[in-house]
Nanobody, 126 residues
Framework: QVQLVESGGGLVQAGGSLTLSCAAS?????????VGWFRQAPGQEREFVGA????????YYAASVKGRFAISGDDAKNTVYLQMNSLKPEDTAVYYC??????????????????WGQGTQVTVSS
């Protein structure tokens, strides 16, 4: 069964905004302490975008998106949001949501996350 459902991807103009959501259920939600966002651009490997720790609401961001992106969560809905502002063409990628039972310092590592969503395409036109 589906554990993570992502939505909100699409086309947006450079400088515009877009909000992605990731709804977790089942094992992907149970015991999850951290939710991370990663993206994979054409010709590149999957890279860390940001993460949020559920218990304390602490967020982490990659340098490339810090100040432009914001992560928030709704624990009642088991949903995490990635609000993207001032989008650039270089933000074009498939965005993935992952959940983790870890809450250590390696929030940027793909290996930390146990479950992943299907990915949603974000395309920023210039």
């Amino acid at each position: 069964q589906v554990q993570l459902v992502e939505s909100g991807g699409g086309l947006v103009q450079a400088g515009g905004s877009l909000t992605l959501s990731c709804a977790a259920s089942g094992r992907a939600a149970s015991g999850a302490r951290r939710v991370g966002w990663f993206r994979q651009a054409p010709g590149q490997e999957r890279e860390f975008v940001g993460a949020i720790d559920w218990s304390v609401g602490r967020t982490y961001y990659a340098a490339s998106v810090k100040g432009r992106f914001a992560i928030s969560g709704d624990d009642a809905k088991n949903t995490v949001y990635l609000q993207m502002n001032s989008l650039k063409p270089e933000d074009t990628a498939v965005y993935y949501c992952g959940t983790s039972r870890y809450s250590g310092s390696n929030f940027y590592s793909r290996s930390q996350y146990d479950y992943w969503g299907q990915g949603t395409q974000v395309t920023v036109s210039s």
